[in-house]
């Protein structure tokens, strides 16, 4: 079995978003499988010292007329927030809570949180918000809220994106496949090259 492609992400990240709605089915398609590792993308800018890309004089307001363009370019569903930036550690949190019991409801976990955040515009950081989001899938809402202030839980999350800073990791989203890291959504039709021919 090929080694899975590595998938780091905040909720945050209008461009992560949009990777989270192809990596699946790219991946699919050359027979590998995906990990998804939500970390915490603030801790990227206090190790690089840069600011947060919409808050650049210039290239912040290309880069919100950019993300826009991308997503009717790939066909996906999207609303900026009115609430930008945002806290995600609670959900991603639970993300880690839900791998460890169930990957494929992790899975989709993630994917109704980004969507409940890049197209319904919800506050994702409040957990009231992200019980709800659980509970549509079945998830214990109470156990949800119990399992995120576990000690264990916070520094599983913060291992994971110490980890992932450690493998070079400053934006999202950021893939390794087979070693290879490839920084943004844009990057996805160089990741199907390596994927069909192996490397390049």
Not at 1 to 26: Q, T, V, W
Not at 34 to 62: C, D, H, N, S
Request: glycine share 8%; with cysteine; hydrophobic share 40%.
């Amino acid at each position: 079995m090929p080694n899975p492609i590595e998938f780091y992400f905040d909720f945050s990240s209008p461009y992560a978003y949009l990777g989270s709605e192809m990596i699946d089915e790219l991946a699919a398609k050359y027979g590998r499988k995906v990990q998804w590792r939500p970390i915490m993308l603030g801790a990227t800018f206090q190790k690089t010292g840069l600011p947060l890309l919409v808050t650049i004089p210039l290239k912040g307001e290309y880069s919100k007329h950019d993300i826009i363009r991308s997503a009717r370019y790939y066909g996906i569903t999207f609303k900026f927030p009115a609430k930008f930036p945002l806290s995600t550690q609670t959900a991603a949190r639970a993300y880690y809570w839900l791998h460890g019991q169930d990957c494929a409801k992790a899975r989709a976990f993630s994917h109704s949180v980004f969507r409940a955040y890049w197209v319904d515009g919800r506050d994702i950081a409040d957990l009231a918000v992200v019980q709800k989001i659980a509970a549509g899938l079945g998830i214990d809402k109470n156990a949800l809220a119990e399992a995120v202030a576990k000690p264990e839980i916070k520094e599983r999350l913060k291992t994971e994106t110490d980890g992932a800073i450690a493998k070079g990791m400053f934006g999202a989203p950021y893939f390794i496949v087979d070693g290879e890291p490839f920084w943004g959504a844009d990057r996805l039709p160089q990741i199907e090259h390596w994927l069909k021919t192996g490397g390049f």
